[in-house]
């Protein structure tokens, strides 16, 4: 079993040298030998919990942030 910690980071410049901040801890995802389990669309829902509660987030920056999840997630959620 192999999990996967997920992050949500700003990119940002200081003193002319790129950075990277965190904004949030979204989870983990699990891979179990070339599948991963159906449990971690969980991990999308709190995904979503989280996106929508940063107050830094504007509605279409969470909405454009979910639609990228939702677009990797196939494959998290697939099943053989």
């Known amino acids: 079993m192999s999990p996967f910690d997920t992050y949500l980071v700003e990119s940002y410049c200081e003193q002319g040298e790129p950075r990277q901040r965190t904004v949030a801890y979204l989870g983990n995802v699990r891979q179990i030998g070339q599948d991963f389990p159906a449990i971690n669309g969980l991990f999308l829902l709190r995904t979503w ?9 504007t509605a279409a920056d969470a909405n454009r942030l979910w639609s ?5 997630s196939h494959r998290w959620t697939a099943t053989k």
Do not use: K
């Not at 919990?49 to 987030?57: H, P, Q, V």
């Not at 990228?68 to 990797?72: L, Q």
């Open 68 to 72: 990228r999840f939702r677009s990797a």
């Open 49 to 57: 919990a989280i996106l929508t509660s940063i107050e830094e987030l």
